[in-house]
């Protein structure tokens, strides 16, 4: 119906006295020449790599199918692919059964402390993973954690209470980092549904019980599922958890294989390109059933505009024990980790907490680690690829909104696809495709900072796409259509029209990008080079020289200056009636 | 002022079908003048604007704006929407929410061809706001404003660029009832004052005839009737434009012969026979349609016949509706049912019999070969 969007078929017409060339279209060019760019060419030169044997200054490339022969051919690639489903399974499994508890409690009862429980959307932006696995570290590692000291004091033995360093450590880790997202994707599925349907269950005679088992979880059952995948995919493409826990004690899951592969001397890159690939088919495959379970039950109808609430479960006295459960798990997710940190950031060597250790403490840390080399280049850097990421990005992704949302340009589809095809690579595997394509290549950018401002636009595309494509949908084609009836141009409504409007959106999306960049690790991991190290590669590297004193005051500061932005995101979002996604 | 001639708009529906939104469209508006066209939903009346607009691009035909031609499909030009310089009220109003009243209005201005300097700018954005009588407001944010001063907001910026046409998207259709009445005589007001050439679109036929100078009643994507609002609501030319302009009685019947005036014919129908006007020649035995407005059923207690050359029936009140102003008695003539607007002094019990006189001039006849088009 829309023809200033119509741009596909010309049916023959030219402009009549309006202008041959339009600013418009050498801007969709650019947008889309640039998604393409990002999104296809990492992918493409990776299943090259895995096709191909090393090249080296003597012999050329030649074509192999070795690579998977290697891959495929060992007992160890089944260890390893039993290792991350287990890992992932297990992970989700742990994340989903802490969130749909917490979100049923406080959808459904009268538990106390609600609106304490918002907050939580945030914590997992704020705590970094890779602190938050080293925190679990010095709190259950069989040496030094500090609930093993404690276990072993109350109970007067030797015994290990709590080993991290396990395959069931992995899991409760992040299990336990990703249950906020499962609480707040289940509380949105519970929200979604038709209270009465549940009324007139009990209204049948269902006890509470019965009602949650027959009614309320088998009609949330394809949130579940589509949860599951969600989370199972987020686990077996992360990489600080494995990498921290798992490679000590010979626990190897692919993403972490892939690092290693990469950096045994000499490093076999054709085999981490298999493994890379084999992971890829994985989270491509979760990520396609996961869309369609969501597409075919319409997750996305509007949860709003229903005038009615859901009658609360009263839990009389329980209540306060429900409460309990709340502290606890707060505790245990973000107070117990947090000061664990910021006691180890007290101390000149890192100990357990004891009575004679608090007269230890110091500032020492702090002072040591701003003085450490290459940290004051790290926070610049880190500083100026998020900023510059997260503004490319939105910008870019505002203009191929538009081309999806308000355009009946044919095989826009395929932008949209292109510009979220990013989700399914597991940031390891961007980096180590980024990394071929630009040793292939050639040129500069391979061994400068530009190559981790690639990986992080690319990897942080589809959040730009997100956040401009919700913000796209709500704007009405009328006030596009209002400015062309009063005589502006397309470049003049975007900029004076559209781009106003998108600006909640933009400023979220913006600050996200940010922090999410700052906190990037495993597509660094394998593209920084000395000189050009960030943040993240800082910690990674405290922890690798066992520094882990001024690893601890780097933390506390780098949640601390997070913290403050989140903070600023979420009043921006609110002033701006954002809802974060 | 205005020429479209065998417009046709066509866009793709479901499953690769094309849906010939408008088809074969055309009309001129004079200078000045107040253009309304009506339709149900689907009619095509909005695909129509839009083209003339410039947001959609038609597959044929040609539109001219006096000596300009903003769309030709014979000679390949299409003229930008934003280089036509018509004035456009949408339905949903389109005010910009991050600007406030006097911005709105002031961006045609500013983005525009021609440039204006500062002064010059304020002093039109200001004579404008002065004649929808919003220059108190010019400071207030725009999304502060009821949905009344919206809707004059919309207007003010359509008419702030001193547009050659003003084409408004059914712009009454959001508001209430009684902001609705006051703004149609608002709006009826500036038209005629500023004496711009307006094309409307509604599906509301009150609005139509109250606003019109002439009206083009659209049913699926043709124009089935052009007049004066008189004119289509006293003679409509077919079934479907009596049935959707105003309500109306159908009575099925067949010629039975001419009448001494021109014009006249007498026709049997189940309700006995009546002299009706058609303006077609009809044969002997045709059979047609005859079209009764409800308020011209004359209800009386009193004996009535056909002396006075009126039509004159009985029948029994059959069930009555209070309204206050009137009141709807439903009147049972044979096996028929009419409807009949009486003033509220009429107050013969339900069961009673009553008698009803009925103007030939009234009995508007619709000749069975009409092509009986439903709306879409």
């Not at chain 1, 080399?373 to 690829?385: E, F, H, I, K, Q």
Request: include cysteine; charge should be neutral.
């Amino acid at each position: 119906m829309e023809a200033i969007g119509e741009v596909g078929r010309t049916r023959g017409l030219q402009g009549g006295d309006g202008p041959r060339f339009d600013a418009k279209w050498l801007v969709i060019a650019l947008a889309t020449g640039l998604v393409a760019w990002l999104a296809l060419v990492p992918l493409v030169f990776l299943v090259y790599q895995s096709f191909m044997t090393p090249e080296t200054a003597f012999e050329p490339a030649v074509f192999t199918l070795g690579n998977f022969a290697q891959a495929y051919g060992s007992a160890e690639t089944f260890t390893l692919f039993v290792n991350s489903v287990q890992y992932g399974a297990g992970t989700a499994l742990l994340a989903m059964a802490i969130g749909t508890s917490l979100a049923w409690l406080n959808e459904r009862t009268n538990t106390p402390f609600k609106s304490l429980f918002f907050a939580l959307s945030v914590i997992p932006l704020v705590i970094p993973n890779i602190l938050f696995t080293v925190s679990w570290i010095m709190l259950a590692s069989p040496r030094i954690g500090i609930l093993n000291a404690v276990m072993q004091g109350v109970t007067g033995t030797n015994i290990v209470f709590f080993d991290i360093y396990s395959m069931g450590g992995m899991i409760w880790v992040d299990g336990l980092q990703d249950s906020p997202i499962a609480f707040l994707m289940m509380t949105a599925a519970f929200r979604a549904m038709d209270p009465s349907l549940e009324e007139s269950a009990m209204m049948s005679g269902a006890s509470v019980a019965q009602t949650i088992r027959r009614i309320t979880l088998r009609l949330t059952l394809p949130a579940s599922m589509a949860l599951f995948l969600i989370l199972f995919v987020r686990a077996v493409e992360s990489f600080e958890t494995p990498a921290l826990l798992g490679l000590p004690v010979g626990i190897e899951v692919f993403t972490s294989a892939i690092y290693q592969a990469i950096h045994r001397y000499p490093s076999d890159i054709g085999l981490a390109s298999a493994y890379a690939i084999t992971l890829l088919l994985v989270t491509s495959l979760g990520i396609l059933v996961q869309n369609r379970i969501t597409k075919e039950t319409g997750r996305f109808q509007t949860v709003t505009g229903k005038g009615f609430r859901p009658r609360q479960i009263d839990l009389g006295r329980w209540r306060y024990a429900t409460a309990g459960l709340y502290l606890l798990y707060i505790f245990v997710l973000v107070a117990l980790p947090f000061l664990v940190l910021l006691w180890a950031s007290l101390q000149k060597f890192y100990s357990v907490p004891t009575w004679a250790a608090l007269s230890n403490v110091s500032l020492d840390a702090y002072r040591r680690v701003i003085a450490y080399p290459g940290v004051d280049t790290a926070v610049r850097n880190s500083a100026m690829l998020s900023v510059t990421a997260a503004t490319l990005i939105m910008l870019a992704t505002s203009v191929v909104c538009w081309i999806v949302v308000k355009t009946k340009i044919r095989g826009r589809w395929l932008l949209d696809a292109l510009a979220s095809l990013p989700l399914v690579f597991p940031g390891i595997v961007l980096g180590l495709s980024i990394m071929i394509c630009y040793l292939t290549i050639g040129g500069p950018i391979y061994g400068s900072i530009w190559i981790l401002l690639i990986a992080y636009l690319t990897r942080f595309l589809p959040y730009g796409m997100r956040y401009n494509m919700t913000s796209m949908l709500q704007i009405h084609k009328e006030l596009e259509e209002s400015a062309a009836m009063s005589g502006a141009s397309w470049w003049t409504t975007f900029r004076r029209i559209l781009l106003p409007l998108l600006k909640p959106g933009l400023l979220a999306g913006w600050i996200y990008i940010v922090i999410v960049s700052v906190r990037e690790l495993s597509s660094s991991i394998l593209l920084y080079s000395p000189g050009n190290e960030v943040i993240a590669i800082i910690i990674w590297e405290l922890w690798q020289n066992g520094q882990t004193v001024e690893l601890a005051a780097f933390g506390v500061m780098l949640i601390a200056v997070l913290f403050v932005f989140v903070m600023i995101a979420q009043s921006l979002g609110r002033r701006f009636g954002v809802r974060e996604g | 002022m205005l020429t479209v001639r065998s417009l046709s708009t066509e866009y793709a529906g479901q499953k690769g079908t094309v849906v010939r939104a408008a088809d074969d469209v055309s009309f001129e508006v004079p200078q000045g003048k107040f253009f309304t066209l009506l339709g149900p939903s689907g009619c095509g009346k909005t695909t129509t604007l839009r083209s003339i607009a410039g947001l959609e691009k038609p597959t044929g035909g040609e539109i001219r704006v006096g000596d300009r031609t903003v769309f030709s499909a014979a000679q390949g030009i299409f003229v930008a929407p934003n280089r036509r310089n018509f004035g456009m009220v949408f339905q949903s109003y389109a005010i910009w929410p991050h600007m406030n009243v006097f911005q709105n209005v002031a961006f045609p201005l500013e983005v525009g061809r021609r440039r204006f300097s500062q002064a010059e700018k304020a002093d039109r954005v200001m004579r404008v706001l002065h004649a929808v009588a919003l220059d108190h407001l010019a400071e207030r944010d725009a999304t502060r404003l009821s949905g009344g001063q919206q809707q004059r907001l919309a207007l003010a910026r359509a008419l702030v660029m001193e547009p050659d046409l003003l084409l408004l998207d059914e712009p009454l259709s959001n508001l209430d009832l009684k902001l609705r009445e006051r703004m149609r005589f608002e709006l009826k007001r500036i038209q005629r004052e500023l004496g711009i050439t307006t094309i409307y679109v509604t599906h509301d036929q009150g609005e139509a005839l109250a606003l019109s100078h002439e009206i083009a009643v659209m049913n699926a994507g043709r124009i089935v009737q052009r007049g004066g609002p008189r004119d289509i609501y006293e003679r409509p030319k077919s079934r479907f434009v009596a049935d959707f302009i105003g309500s109306t009685n159908f009575v099925e019947g067949a010629v039975l012969a001419r009448e001494a005036d021109p014009h006249h014919w007498r026709v049997s129908t189940p309700i006995g026979e009546l002299r009706v006007v058609c303006h077609e020649d009809l044969g002997r035995g045709e059979a047609l349609t005859v079209s009764i407005r409800p308020e011209d059923l004359e209800l009386t207690e009193a004996p009535v016949d056909g002396a006075d050359g009126r039509n004159a029936l009985s029948g029994t009140v059959d069930q009555k509706v209070f309204l206050g102003e009137y009141v709807d008695f439903q009147v049972k003539i044979g096996e028929t049912i009419l409807l009949a607007r009486a003033h509220p002094s009429l107050r013969t019990p339900i069961g009673n019999p009553i008698n009803v006189r009925i103007d030939p001039e009234k009995c508007i006849a619709l000749p069975e070969d009409e092509p009986r088009r439903q709306a879409a």
